[in-house]
Structures are given as structure tokens and as C-alpha cells.
């Protein structure tokens, strides 16, 4: 972070990126006119058993009933219902609507689930998915108490254990939304084109790096379940549901005067339940039938921003 006696007015109090208020910008088109690219982020994830050692676990992490010794069954059992039980309820919601999807899966998942794995890669390969790189684990954030070797290790350790499985992400979502002082300059080292970690914004926009290129595509915090569902927050699904709807109604008419982006964080373990999936799934239609709705994946919609050069 900048010292607080470098800090100019109404510039950020790091280094990552520039300042820029929305409405000074140029105004952001998108394909055939689109208002707003809309793309729900899913996140396939393995809670480890047992956390690995010296690793700093977050204060707060969804799922079970807290923190507590291993096996911690409930946070296990708990993301494994969303693999086994809730993806496939979900999965059929989002491809329904008329949507696409990111695939953030950490390496845990990918080389446990199989069969997962493989169906996703064939909504890959069909145009309706995008993979994006999750970590190893949900357990294991990066943060600024590793050293640079660490973190930078573990990064590349994620993309060489996914593309074992012939997962090739360009983008990164770290677990948890973790990242550290240094974490946009060694994604960039270790070949990611864009991250989903910065949720501050509407439009995606150029990190600063002191190499390469890196793109921000920001998510909207508001939206992930995890923090709409669980507590302290705990609204209700149906409430939940009609904020999805209304911000893709709002961001479409907002877009008309400079194109958006609606992208969030879904987990199958929490929007896959079944008292859930229905308000769930009636507003993921509502938002594929919103006039002004270009469906995407992430590469799709930092390209027609300008910040990748293509999208193979």
C-alpha cells in the first residue's frame, strides 16, 4: 500500500490500478448494441481435510457451522452436496435461461471429480462455459504473510496441476477473493490475462502491472451468495432472487448510455438447494430475457473492452 503522505485526493491507496469514475469514461460499446454483458461465476470448490498446516484460514468461510477441529464434515459435506446434488439444478437454470457461465474450479476439484470435470469441459468445448483458475483449494488464500517464492509457486502449482487435466484458464478468481500486495504482477508472470478478484466496478478496466497485461474483471460483491445467504446477512432466497433480477434491469438501462457488466458468484452448495433453486432460477430467466442482455463468457467481455487480444 502508498504511504499516507503520498496519497493524492480521490486516488486509490495502492498502486493496481488508476483512478476513474465511471461517468468520466468514454462510453463502453459491446456487441450488437448490448447494454450489459451478464455472466455468473460458479465456483467449484474442495474444503481440505485436514487444513493444511501454517496456511491462515479466514476469519469467516460459508458452508457448515463454523470453524472447528478436523474433520470439519460439515464444510466437507456441505460442497460436496453442491457437486454431487446442487451443480446439476443450477447447471440446468443457467443453460435454460439462455445464459453461459465461468467454471472457477480449484485443482482439489478438478482432479477429484471426474465426471464433473468432464461435463463442464464439454460446455467448454459447446461455447457455454469458460474455465477460470480457482486455487488449490479453498482452504489455501493468498495473502501478504507469504513470501513472493510462496505465493508465486502457488499460482503456478494451480495452473500446472488444472492443465494436467487439460483445464487452461486465462483467467484467475483466488479463493476466498485472497490476493496479496504482489498477487496482480505474478498472475501476470505466470501467464493469466485477467482477474475476478476486484469487485469495484461495472466495467472492466486495466490493472497496473509492472510487466504485461492484466485485466480486472470486477464481480459484484453484493450479489455472491455467500455473503446475500449466510449470515450476518441471511436474507431470503426470494429477496435474493429479486436482486438479481433488479440489477440486471438496472444495469441494462444504466448501459444504454455506456455498456456494463453483471458478474457474480454463485456456489452450487448454497443456490442448488431445492428451497432455493426456484426464485433462483425464475430470476436467472427474467435476466436472459432482459432486453439489452448479451450473455458472455469473461474473455468475451474483456475483449470487446479493448483489454485482451482475442478470445481463443
Given at each position: 500500500m502508498i504511504p499516507s503522505g503520498q496519497l493524492q485526493r480521490g486516488a486509490p491507496d495502492h498502486p493496481h490500478h488508476a483512478w476513474s469514475a465511471l461517468p468520466t469514461r468514454a462510453p463502453l460499446r459491446f456487441p450488437n448494441s448490448a447494454a450489459v454483458a451478464v455472466c455468473p461465476v460458479i465456483a467449484f470448490e474442495t474444503h481440505e481435510d485436514a487444513v493444511p498446516e501454517d496456511w491462515p484460514q479466514p476469519n469467516w468461510l460459508s458452508g457448515g457451522v463454523g470453524r472447528r477441529p478436523d474433520p470439519n464434515i460439515a464444510r466437507i459435506?456441505?460442497?460436496e452436496y453442491g457437486l454431487r446434488a446442487g451443480w446439476p439444478r443450477l447447471r440446468a437454470a443457467i443453460l435454460g435461461a439462455g445464459l453461459r457461465y465461468a467454471a472457477a474450479m480449484d485443482a482439489m476439484t478438478a482432479e477429484g471429480w471426474p465426471a464433473l470435470r468432464a461435463e463442464i469441459a464439454g460446455d467448454v468445448a459447446a461455447g457455454r462455459a469458460e474455465w477460470v483458475a480457482h486455487g488449490i483449494s479453498v482452504n489455501r488464500p493468498l495473502h501478504d504473510g507469504m513470501d513472493e517464492a510462496a505465493e508465486r509457486?502457488?499460482?503456478a502449482e494451480t495452473r500446472a496441476r488444472l492443465a494436467a487435466w487439460g483445464i487452461r484458464a486465462r483467467g484467475w478468481w483466488g479463493p476466498e477473493y485472497g490476493e496479496s500486495t504482489r498477487t496482480p504482477a505474478l498472475l501476470v508472470r505466470e501467464g493469466y490475462a485477467f482477474t475476478l478478484d476486484w469487485c469495484n466496478d461495472e466495467q472492466p478496466y486495466a490493472m497496473t502491472v509492472p510487466e504485461g497485461r492484466l485485466a480486472a474483471l470486477p464481480p459484484f460483491a453484493d450479489l455472491d451468495?455467500?455473503?446475500?445467504?449466510?449470515?450476518?446477512?441471511?436474507?431470503?432466497?426470494?429477496?435474493?432472487?429479486?436482486?438479481?433480477?433488479?440489477?440486471?434491469?438496472g444495469l441494462a438501462r444504466d448501459g444504454r448510455r455506456s455498456a456494463r457488466c453483471m458478474v457474480w458468484c454463485m456456489r452450487p452448495f448454497l443456490v442448488g438447494q431445492p428451497f432455493r433453486?426456484?426464485?433462483?432460477?425464475?430470476?436467472?430467466?427474467?435476466i436472459g430475457g432482459t432486453d439489452g442482455v448479451w450473455a458472455a463468457t469473461p474473455s468475451e467481455i474483456i475483449a470487446a473492452a479493448g483489454l485482451l487480444e482475442d478470445t481463443a
Amino acid at each position: 500500500m502508498i504511504p499516507s503522505g503520498q496519497l493524492q485526493r480521490g486516488a486509490p491507496d495502492h498502486p493496481h490500478h488508476a483512478w476513474s469514475a465511471l461517468p468520466t469514461r468514454a462510453p463502453l460499446r459491446f456487441p450488437n448494441s448490448a447494454a450489459v454483458a451478464v455472466c455468473p461465476v460458479i465456483a467449484f470448490e474442495t474444503h481440505e481435510d485436514a487444513v493444511p498446516e501454517d496456511w491462515p484460514q479466514p476469519n469467516w468461510l460459508s458452508g457448515g457451522v463454523g470453524r472447528r477441529p478436523d474433520p470439519n464434515i460439515a464444510r466437507i459435506g456441505q460442497r460436496e452436496y453442491g457437486l454431487r446434488a446442487g451443480w446439476p439444478r443450477l447447471r440446468a437454470a443457467i443453460l435454460g435461461a439462455g445464459l453461459r457461465y465461468a467454471a472457477a474450479m480449484d485443482a482439489m476439484t478438478a482432479e477429484g471429480w471426474p465426471a464433473l470435470r468432464a461435463e463442464i469441459a464439454g460446455d467448454v468445448a459447446a461455447g457455454r462455459a469458460e474455465w477460470v483458475a480457482h486455487g488449490i483449494s479453498v482452504n489455501r488464500p493468498l495473502h501478504d504473510g507469504m513470501d513472493e517464492a510462496a505465493e508465486r509457486a502457488v499460482i503456478a502449482e494451480t495452473r500446472a496441476r488444472l492443465a494436467a487435466w487439460g483445464i487452461r484458464a486465462r483467467g484467475w478468481w483466488g479463493p476466498e477473493y485472497g490476493e496479496s500486495t504482489r498477487t496482480p504482477a505474478l498472475l501476470v508472470r505466470e501467464g493469466y490475462a485477467f482477474t475476478l478478484d476486484w469487485c469495484n466496478d461495472e466495467q472492466p478496466y486495466a490493472m497496473t502491472v509492472p510487466e504485461g497485461r492484466l485485466a480486472a474483471l470486477p464481480p459484484f460483491a453484493d450479489l455472491d451468495d455467500a455473503f446475500s445467504l449466510c449470515a450476518p446477512r441471511g436474507i431470503t432466497p426470494a429477496s435474493y432472487a429479486a436482486n438479481l433480477a433488479a440489477a440486471a434491469e438496472g444495469l441494462a438501462r444504466d448501459g444504454r448510455r455506456s455498456a456494463r457488466c453483471m458478474v457474480w458468484c454463485m456456489r452450487p452448495f448454497l443456490v442448488g438447494q431445492p428451497f432455493r433453486i426456484g426464485p433462483v432460477e425464475e430470476a436467472l430467466r427474467r435476466i436472459g430475457g432482459t432486453d439489452g442482455v448479451w450473455a458472455a463468457t469473461p474473455s468475451e467481455i474483456i475483449a470487446a473492452a479493448g483489454l485482451l487480444e482475442d478470445t481463443a
